[in-house]
């Protein structure tokens, strides 16, 4: 089993880079064409990394998020809660049942933002939100910022979690799922300005052409 996962891994390994690759495509036509509207949400986002490097990592915030993704995951999967214990310095949740899903979810899995998004959107049925948008737009970059730049440092301490499914394989899975996230996650905050079937299109023409162009290299080798 552990052979497989490696297999798979270096198989998606082309078709994370490509994803990864026009996501950043993605995000920077954004950048260009947002007009001064955006700007709260790029604002939020220099406000979190600012208030982490003048004050400290909310980490206690941080860990209460991600188990509480685990827990969410855990009861979508069919699992039962029996424990979540959450400190500053980590934090475990004890479920029924386990899946790659529910040990890799809070990686790729933005709770506080969803979390925002929800209630704004839900707001929308009963109000009108346009007023509240540039602070909608503050909020989600803000968290936003929180989630990935915490996720990437509890990353960098390494995590349990990902020596469950081995670490290399719960990578390539932890940034690929990450790409549809983000993607789904700006078309939700800016429907204005983001061309997700673009996004896809371009991802899977991308990923045609890089396989196709490695394994005629393949095929070329094994020939010669």
Not at 35 to 61: D, E, H, S
Not at 122 to 136: C, I, N
Request: charged share 10%.
């Amino acid at each position: 089993m552990k052979i497989l996962k490696i297999i798979f891994s270096f198989l998606m390994l082309p078709l994370v880079l490509v994803s990864i690759y026009e996501l950043i495509k993605l995000i920077l036509d954004f950048a260009v064409k947002s007009n001064m509207t955006a700007a709260p949400f790029w604002i939020g986002i220099i406000v979190y990394f600012l208030f982490q490097v003048i004050f400290f990592k909310p980490m206690r915030t941080y860990v209460f998020g991600h188990e509480l993704t685990h827990a969410v995951a855990g009861l979508l999967s069919g699992a039962q809660i029996k424990k979540i214990k959450v400190s500053k310095n980590g934090g475990s949740v004890t479920l029924t049942k386990d899946s790659v899903f529910i040990s890799l979810a809070p990686y790729f899995v933005p709770f506080y933002s969803l979390i925002i998004i929800i209630i704004y959107l839900s707001l929308g049925w009963f109000t009108d939100t346009r007023p509240f948008y540039p602070y909608f737009l503050f909020l989600s970059g803000f968290a936003l910022a929180f989630h990935f730049a915490l996720t990437f440092y509890a990353l960098t301490i390494g995590q349990e979690d990902l020596k469950t499914y081995g670490v290399f394989f719960s990578f390539i899975f932890i940034c690929f799922i990450n790409c549809i996230i983000i993607s789904l996650i700006l078309i939700l905050i800016f429907p204005q300005y983001i061309n997700i079937s673009g996004y896809f299109h371009d991802v899977g023409a991308d990923a045609f052409f890089t396989y196709k162009y490695i394994f005629a290299k393949i095929s070329h080798l094994i020939k010669s």
